[in-house]
């Protein structure tokens, strides 16, 4: 069984970055499903606007039709913010059709290869046959973006595991689910945290996230630039140590950010991590129902 290639996204305040990233899935997506918020609400409840000019845009874009935008009220008053982002990503999921792969990306995820990750993806199409008694999630890397300064970005200097696709959508928390781990050898530039003051303060407020921010997390964000990075470490808006260090892209171009990305050994995951991480998940699991 070979299954669809659907692709779905959460969009919201930040909807404009979704000219960056849905480049890079397109050409290999059987369909891309865009879940937006009927009444223009985030999980907390604030209002937010999107231009019509973006849906003019995705018109355009959409030369081969694959782009459906699906509207529903994602927003419940008394669920707290990740219980509306794991009802919403239910929701999403069931209209991208059980029985193909689940691929949801967030608006500021820009995959490096596509075209690789759905290669290495297919390798793994028996486990769309029973989806509901062999789950599967399937994580990749992000390289997290963190901050635009003058000259450049600053990044953290790891990647760090991200899930990405599932074929049974029981999330527990975000994209999770109870289930084994395959790792696949994929980089996702996450522009989560490199935007404005404003829209940074906005999205604090207002992500699945909101409840464990650190105190001290956006203090050191503003501090922090090309020049001083260096002085700094701990970087981690939850658990600060997480993010150990930074480091600096010399440019803001992404098409040149991803050729350095892939250029670069120290970003790379190797082979032997690979190998350990998928088998531990794989004894792990391997007596468990």
């Given at each position: 069984?070979?299954?669809?290639?659907?692709?779905?996204?959460?969009?919201?305040?930040?909807?404009?970055?979704?000219?960056?990233?849905?480049?890079?899935?397109?050409?290999?997506?059987?369909?891309?499903?865009?879940?937006?918020?009927?009444?223009?609400?985030?999980?907390?409840?604030?209002?937010y606007?999107?231009?019509?000019?973006?849906f003019?845009?995705?018109?355009?874009?959409?030369?081969?039709?694959?782009?459906?935008?699906?509207?529903?009220?994602?927003?419940?008053?008394?669920?707290?913010t990740?219980?509306?982002?794991?009802?919403?990503?239910?929701?999403?999921?069931?209209?991208?059709?059980?029985?193909?792969?689940?691929?949801q990306?967030?608006?500021?995820?820009y995959f490096?290869?596509?075209?690789?990750?759905?290669?290495?993806?297919?390798?793994y199409?028996?486990?769309?046959?029973?989806?509901?008694?062999?789950?599967?999630?399937?994580?990749?890397?992000?390289?997290?973006?963190?901050?635009?300064?003058?000259?450049?970005?600053?990044?953290?200097?790891?990647?760090?595991?991200?899930?990405?696709?599932?074929?049974?959508?029981?999330?527990?928390?975000?994209?999770?689910?109870?289930?084994?781990?395959?790792?696949?050898?994929?980089?996702?530039?996450?522009?989560s945290?490199?935007?404005?003051?404003?829209?940074?303060?906005?999205?604090?407020?207002?992500?699945?996230?909101?409840?464990?921010?650190?105190?001290?997390?956006?203090?050191?964000?503003?501090?922090?630039?090309?020049?001083?990075?260096?002085?700094?470490?701990?970087?981690?808006?939850?658990?600060?140590?997480?993010?150990?260090?930074?480091?600096?892209?010399?440019?803001?171009?992404?098409?040149?950010?991803?050729?350095?990305?892939?250029s670069?050994?120290?970003?790379?995951?190797?082979?032997?991590?690979?190998?350990?991480?998928?088998?531990?998940?794989?004894?792990?699991?391997?007596?468990?129902?």
């Amino acid at each position: 069984m070979s299954g669809k290639i659907q692709v779905g996204y959460l969009v919201s305040y930040d909807y404009e970055l979704l000219k960056n990233s849905i480049p890079t899935i397109y050409n290999e997506a059987d369909n891309v499903f865009l879940a937006i918020d009927i009444n223009r609400r985030t999980w907390n409840g604030e209002n937010y606007v999107i231009d019509d000019t973006f849906f003019e845009w995705i018109e355009a874009y959409d030369v081969e039709k694959k782009i459906v935008v699906y509207e529903d009220n994602f927003y419940v008053s008394n669920l707290t913010t990740m219980e509306c982002e794991i009802r919403e990503r239910k929701m999403l999921s069931e209209k991208m059709g059980i029985g193909n792969w689940l691929i949801q990306i967030d608006c500021d995820e820009y995959f490096v290869n596509f075209q690789h990750f759905v290669k290495e993806l297919s390798k793994y199409n028996s486990y769309l046959e029973m989806p509901i008694r062999k789950p599967i999630q399937i994580a990749a890397f992000w390289l997290i973006l963190y901050k635009y300064t003058t000259n450049g970005i600053l990044y953290v200097d790891k990647p760090t595991k991200a899930i990405f696709a599932t074929n049974s959508p029981n999330y527990t928390v975000g994209r999770r689910i109870k289930a084994q781990t395959i790792y696949l050898n994929s980089m996702i530039l996450h522009e989560s945290l490199s935007r404005t003051e404003e829209a940074l303060r906005f999205k604090l407020q207002n992500w699945g996230h909101n409840s464990q921010i650190n105190q001290e997390f956006l203090n050191k964000w503003l501090i922090v630039d090309e020049d001083n990075y260096h002085q700094f470490e701990d970087f981690y808006y939850i658990e600060p140590e997480r993010w150990k260090k930074l480091g600096f892209f010399p440019t803001k171009n992404m098409n040149e950010v991803k050729k350095w990305v892939e250029s670069s050994k120290n970003l790379s995951i190797s082979n032997t991590s690979l190998f350990f991480k998928n088998g531990g998940q794989w004894f792990k699991f391997l007596f468990k129902k």
